[in-house]
Each structure stands twice: as structure tokens, then as C-alpha cells.
């Protein structure tokens, strides 16, 4: 076998491969020796066709079939030979393959940067540190107790944060449609839950009374049928509900977990969340603070064809983060350009840490990760199990573990400073908390967070 490598630009190869004529020849009568031993042919019985036959019914197939497995085999013994290291696969660019000429061909491809990373030493950090207040907890109850509102009948006209409960019909051209006809809507005026114009026209509306609104659904509406139309809502108030916080008292306690020990055993499970959460937020916030440094630090030589993978994963999670099934909605490529490239470099910068200090993955912090994702379900254990027996969520679980490890030998490291902070500045609780719904949820350690939610559709 003949090889002949050339750089072709950056981390681009051209590697031309040679396969004599006599291997290919060899290779090809060898299989078809071995397809005359079982193959069934009509007129001859089981493994007594002539060669001859064989070789004319299934020649060009097997030939195909060596050439292709030639390539694989040849291009895997030609980056060994040397001493490549691909990126991904190569593009196959033929050259020869007839039978006198044997196999030639060219494999472009990008081969994976040689990766130096400077000692952290030099790297600044700045850790947050900030503690739970009493003020902190006396807030959070406050935004539970939003999260569960009572709403009371009353006979005045409907305005602001009221419940309407009521009657749909809507009509486009005179005629119904698949999902028109809904019984027992709820809204809250001003949380912006339906159309606009929906909304708008329920200000006012009192118990009984009947109502007619025109209404355009949005360009982007899921039922494509509806997307863009004018419609009639033909609405049938059936109450308005005052909403009010409820109290805090044992029926209260008891809807999120809390038996017994009344507020003082709630302020200590809402104070135990509160904690883990900034917890986990300050660990997170050095976290990205040391794999930037260690990116902005040691510029890397990114393969194209890693960050294009890279950028096809990031659209893929954020359709299904956003629900979105047609790719044309999804932002223009260029947005995720610069997250692969990161993604990709601080792979091989994370790489080339744990290969250089010898870093192995710490199995018990592992076990603490996997114990710590199962504990967010109803059935803990029954979650850990199915972790443990998923080879490829156990893959990703120590993947993050190793990277903890390598933020850590960074940490352990660099130039650490801190930086008093309070709850609400890290987390970004209670900002403009009079007029928005709640972000974070602190509920004790017994209720059903994970448990499926009901939503409430942009559109009604």
C-alpha cells in the first residue's frame, strides 16, 4: 500500500492512498470462493455452482463490496501509519478502481489540533459569597404564597388579576373548527395567558353576560389552519373570581409537604432550599468563570467539522427546548456558531488537562450525581437504577464529573477572589416580583416538584 500525505490549509489533510491491483483481485476471489460454498442457484445444487457462474451473477456486487471495505481498512492503516489524528470522517474522492489499476483514491479530512494549555496560575476568579437572610425566607413564603392563589366569586365587572371563567366559541367565516367549541376557560386578566384581544375584550365583563370579540390568530400559531386567520369569539361568562394570597397557616403548610411543626418547620425547609439553591448557583457562576478563563487563555485551532456537529446539537436542543418542530423558526445558524466553537475548544482544552494530569474520574462523585438527579423524581430509586443501566446517560454523567474535576485542578489554581453578594443579586429573585409571575419555586423537599405540571396554552 502506497501513501501520500498533504496539508491542504489549517487542519485540512489530503491523504492519497494506493491499494495494489493483486490485493483487490485476491480479496474479491477469496469472497467469491466462499459464496460458492453456500450460494443457492437455480439449476445447481447448494455450494455446486462453478466459480465461473458465481463470479458472473455476483462479481460486480463483491467488488463493490471490497473496494468499500479496502477503503475503510487502508484509510485507518494510513493515519496510523502517520500518525494522524482525524477530526471525523473523511470525504472519499476516487481516483482509480478498475481491475487492472487496482484501488486509488483521496481522503480529505481535518485532523484534531495540537493542544497546549498554559499553566492557570495567571487565570483571575471571582467567587461569589453571600448567605440566606431572614428577609430572604420572609420574601420567599410571600412569592409561594402567589404561586398559590384563592380566587372568590364576586358580582363587579372583571379588571386586572381577576379569574373570568367562561364559554368558547369561535367561529372563522361563519363556520367552526376542530378545537372551537371549549367549556370552563379560566384567565387571569393580566397575565397576558391568551390572545391579546381576548384579553382585552374580558375587562369588565360580569356573570352571565354574553360577548362577542374579533380576533386574529397569530402568523405562528401551531395549528396551521389557524395561523393568520380572523376569527369571532363568542364568549359566555359563567363568573369573575377575586384573587387574594391565601393565609399562612397549617392548610397552607400542609400544600407544600409541611405536616407538622407549622411555620417555623416551613421556614426551615423554604431557608434548606434556599441554601441548595445558592449553593448551586454560586458553584455554577465560578464554574463559568473558569472555563472562560481557561477558553480566553488558550486559544484553540477548532476542526470545522467538530464545531459544524457541534452547531447541528445546539439547534436540536433548542427545538426541543422550545417546542419548535419546523427548522425554519429556529434562529439564523450564525447565533450558534460561536457556543459550538467554545463547546468544541473546551472539549480539547478539558481533553488535554485530564490526559496531561492524569485526572480520572472520581466514581463516588459520580454515585453522588446520579443519586442527585434521581432525587428530582417521584421514585428515587427506581430512577437510579434506570441511570445506572442507560450506558449513554452514564457516559454524559461522568463526562460532567470530569469536567468538575478539571474546574476544580483550575480553581485550585488560579487567582480566587470574593465578592459579597446578597441572595437576590445571584439568583435574581424578587425583581419587579409585584408584576411578574414567580421564577423560582423553593417548595419543600415533599412536594411533587417533578411531577407533570399543567400548563396553560399562549393561545386559548
Do not use: C
Request: glycine share 6%; proline share 6%.
Amino acid at each position: 500500500m502506497e501513501v501520500s500525505l498533504s496539508d491542504t490549509g489549517g487542519l485540512s489533510r489530503r491523504l492519497e492512498v494506493a491499494v495494489p491491483a493483486t490485493e483487490v483481485t485476491n480479496e474479491v476471489q477469496q469472497r467469491l470462493k466462499r459464496l460458492s460454498r453456500t450460494a443457492r442457484l437455480k439449476g445447481f445444487r447448494p455450494g455446486k455452482a462453478p466459480l465461473a457462474v458465481i463470479t458472473k451473477q455476483f462479481g460486480e456486487q463483491v467488488r463493490a463490496e471490497v473496494l468499500s471495505d479496502l477503503v475503510r481498512s487502508s484509510f485507518a492503516q494510513a493515519v496510523t501509519q502517520e500518525k494522524l489524528r482525524p477530526a471525523g470522517g473523511p470525504r472519499i474522492e476516487p481516483i482509480a478502481t478498475g481491475p487492472e489499476t487496482g484501488l486509488k483514491y483521496a481522503a480529505h479530512f481535518e485532523v484534531l489540533p495540537e493542544v497546549r494549555v498554559n499553566p492557570p496560575e495567571a487565570l483571575a476568579i471571582e467567587r461569589p459569597a453571600a448567605a440566606v437572610s431572614e428577609t430572604d425566607v420572609d420574601a420567599m413564603i410571600e412569592n409561594m404564597r402567589r404561586q398559590r392563589p384563592v380566587f372568590t366569586p364576586v358580582e363587579r365587572a372583571a379588571r386586572d388579576s381577576d379569574r373570568v371563567v367562561f364559554d368558547y366559541q369561535a367561529r372563522i367565516g361563519g363556520k367552526p373548527f376542530e378545537g372551537s367549541d371549549l367549556t370552563d376557560v379560566r384567565i387571569v386578566l393580566g397575565t397576558h395567558q391568551a390572545m391579546p384581544e381576548l384579553e382585552e375584550g374580558l375587562k369588565g365583563v360580569r356573570a352571565g353576560e354574553r360577548r362577542t370579540v374579533s380576533a386574529l390568530f397569530s402568523a405562528g400559531h401551531p395549528n396551521k389552519k389557524l395561523a393568520g386567520q380572523s376569527a369571532e369569539l363568542h364568549l359566555s361568562i359563567k363568573a369573575v373570581e377575586e384573587h387574594s394570597l391565601p393565609a399562612v397557616d397549617d392548610e397552607f403548610f400542609r400544600a407544600y409537604g409541611v405536616e407538622e411543626g407549622g411555620l417555623a418547620e416551613m421556614r426551615a425547609e423554604v431557608r434548606k432550599s434556599m441554601e441548595r439553591e445558592l449553593a448551586e448557583v454560586i458553584r455554577g457562576r465560578v464554574r463559568a468563570q473558569a472555563l472562560d478563563a481557561l477558553y480566553q487563555d488558550n486559544p484553540v485551532d477548532v476542526p470545522r467539522a467538530l464545531i459544524e456537529e457541534q452547531v447541528q446539537q445546539l439547534q436540536i436542543d433548542t427545538a426541543r427546548r422550545l417546542g419548535i418542530r419546523d427548522a425554519s423558526q429556529l434562529p439564523r445558524r450564525e447565533v450558534f456558531e460561536e457556543p459550538a466553537r467554545r463547546r468544541v475548544a473546551l472539549g480539547l482544552l478539558v481533553a488535554q488537562i485530564v490526559q496531561t494530569q492524569g485526572i480520572k474520574v472520581d466514581r463516588e462523585r459520580v454515585q453522588a450525581r446520579v443519586m442527585e438527579l434521581a432525587e428530582g423524581y417521584p421514585n428515587p430509586e427506581e430512577a437510579r437504577r434506570a441511570y445506572q443501566h442507560n450506558r449513554d446517560a452514564m457516559r454524559t454523567i461522568e463526562s460532567a464529573v470530569l469536567e468538575d474535576q478539571v474546574v476544580d485542578w483550575v480553581l485550585a489554581r488560579a487567582r480566587v477572589t470574593e465578592r459579597a453578594m446578597t441572595f437576590s443579586e445571584l439568583t435574581g429573585f424578587g425583581k419587579s416580583e409585584a408584576d411578574q409571575e414567580p421564577q423560582h419555586q423553593h417548595e419543600p423537599r415533599h412536594d411533587p416538584q417533578y411531577e407533570p405540571q399543567q400548563q396553560q396554552a399562549g393561545e386559548t
